[in-house]
């Protein structure tokens, strides 16, 4: 499930593309949290889940994300052009829990990066200050891992196993998917040949993790240098349609499904573009035009409308509460 490729190696705006592969409906909704609002960690909904030491903050940023199951937030990026993504994961293992540690329910997982840091290495750093916990959601745990990356094309993977944090980070980590682990995945694609693509490479082709990272990164490296915005995102979107599951693909008992929705994201330009695959269409918000400091309201929009198109930025709505 879910595919994340990161286009850091052009001229004009760092740019990032999903996908988001789930058995049902997320109940995505675009949403802006404005910078200062107090956050809670410890709590899902209306259920405590870290009784003890949750981990409380004020975000720094504010953020435009899509949330998922009105718990936290799946995919997103703030005013400073920091980007985090949640893909899923088997082995993720957060470790016994330890009560010095301020505890994170792991739907906040990526909104905790998105509120506090500017940048990859601010990310990774605030990692020492918080230790998610593992959280159930519609029958499921959240056995996540993260990708994020910022507006001068830094980029880090960040993986929990066997109750470990695991970080892979440099700039050239620009694919990810699912399963196997971050590492293994590098070396199942170093078994590829495709230093002469051709239109006869061999190339996987399959709705497996595995294939989908190693099709990514082979249409990845071959990206033109695009023209203007309208092309970048065009191209990174093309990728990201390249590796979605199609409808009745052939899943497994659990780890392989129809794609949801598709996002891109321009960190340069602050535009967060979004595809649901039941819509015809692709709409588009900028964060610039959204008021988004302190005292601002919640606003949010909800993409399930066939009627949506293009440039959505004036359709958000203030909510009377913040989701999470």
């Not at 504010?62 to 899923?88: I, P, R």
């Not at 988004?292 to 930025?313: K, Q």
Request: glycine share 6%.
């Amino acid at each position: 499930m879910c595919t994340r490729i990161l286009w850091n190696t052009n001229d004009l705006a760092v740019l990032v593309g999903r996908t988001m592969d789930w058995p049902q409906s997320t109940d995505p909704v675009l949403t802006v949290l404005p910078a200062g609002m107090q956050r809670d960690g410890g709590v899902v909904g209306r259920e405590t889940v870290v009784a003890e030491n949750p981990a409380r903050w004020t975000s720094r940023y504010a953020s435009m994300v899509t949330s998922v199951y009105g718990l936290g937030s799946a995919d997103g990026f703030n005013e400073k052009g920091l980007s985090a993504h949640m893909l899923y994961l088997t082995a993720t293992d957060f470790g016994q829990r330890d009560p010095h540690r301020p505890g994170l329910q792991a739907g906040l997982w990526a909104q905790y990066l998105l509120d506090n840091a500017a940048t990859v290495a601010e990310a990774v750093a605030a990692m020492d200050d918080v230790q998610p916990v593992m959280v159930e959601a519609h029958g499921r745990k959240a056995t996540v891992h993260l990708a994020v990356e910022d507006a001068s094309g830094d980029s880090a993977i960040l993986e929990f196993v066997d109750g470990e944090l695991h970080v892979h980070h440099d700039r050239d980590h620009r694919i990810m998917t699912n399963d196997p682990r971050y590492e293994v995945q590098l070396e199942l694609l170093a078994a590829h040949d495709f230093s002469s693509p051709s239109s006869d490479t061999p190339l996987p082709g399959n709705v497996n993790p595995r294939d989908r990272f190693a099709r990514a990164a082979y249409y990845a490296s071959m990206l033109p240098e695009p023209a203007d915005q309208r092309q970048a995102v065009a191209s990174i979107l093309a990728i990201a349609r390249n590796v979605s599951v199609p409808f009745g693909a052939p899943y497994r008992d659990f780890g392989i499904y129809n794609t949801e929705y598709r996002t891109a994201t321009d960190l340069t330009h602050r535009r967060y573009y979004f595809e649901l695959t039941t819509s015809p269409n692709v709409i588009w918000a900028d964060l610039d035009d959204i008021p988004h400091g302190e005292g601002a309201p919640v606003m949010a929009l909800d993409p399930d409308d066939i009627e949506l198109a293009g440039n959505v930025t004036g359709h958000f709505q203030p909510l009377a509460t913040a989701p999470f």
